[in-house]
Nanobody, 127 residues
Framework: QVQLVESGGGLVQVGDSLRLSCVASGLTSSFYVMGWFRQAPGNEREFVAAIAAVSWLGRGISYADSIEGRFTISRDNNKNTVYLQMNNLKPEDTALYYC?????????????????WGQGTQVTVSS
């Protein structure tokens, strides 16, 4: 049984940082593209970042325009874990953040390309 478990969310102030983690079990995450999505109340779930199964010198990584330069995605295949470092957080970053795994060959922003999803971790940025 595949499980993706996110952690690291919380309530922070504008300009603060958070690091989200997602631990995968029941699959070998090194074979999957791993991604982060987020969903704010009343909005569609939107792409945040994705990383290829093997990423080298920043290649094989994709970011949404809205967060590029502030967020960094990384992975540790030995730990079956993907991370999202979020810096300079803004109120508009408030959302439920989901981890997802895709068997796509390259990082994709398309929600339907992801086969497995976590339950999400809440990030709230207070002004």
């Amino acid at each position: 049984q595949v499980q993706l478990v996110e952690s690291g969310g919380g309530l922070v102030q504008v300009g603060d940082s958070l690091r989200l983690s997602c631990v995968a079990s029941g699959l070998t995450s090194s074979f999957y593209v791993m991604g982060w999505f987020r969903q704010a109340p009343g909005n569609e779930r939107e792409f945040v970042a994705a990383i290829a199964a093997v990423s080298w010198l920043g290649r094989g990584i994709s970011y949404a325009d809205s967060i590029e330069g502030r967020f960094t995605i990384s992975r540790d295949n030995n730990k079956n874990t993907v991370y999202l470092q979020m810096n300079n957080l803004k109120p508009e970053d408030t959302a439920l953040y989901y981890c997802a795994a895709s068997r796509n060959a390259v990082p994709t922003t398309t929600r339907s390309a992801y086969d497995h999803w976590g339950q999400g971790t809440q990030v709230t940025v207070s002004s």
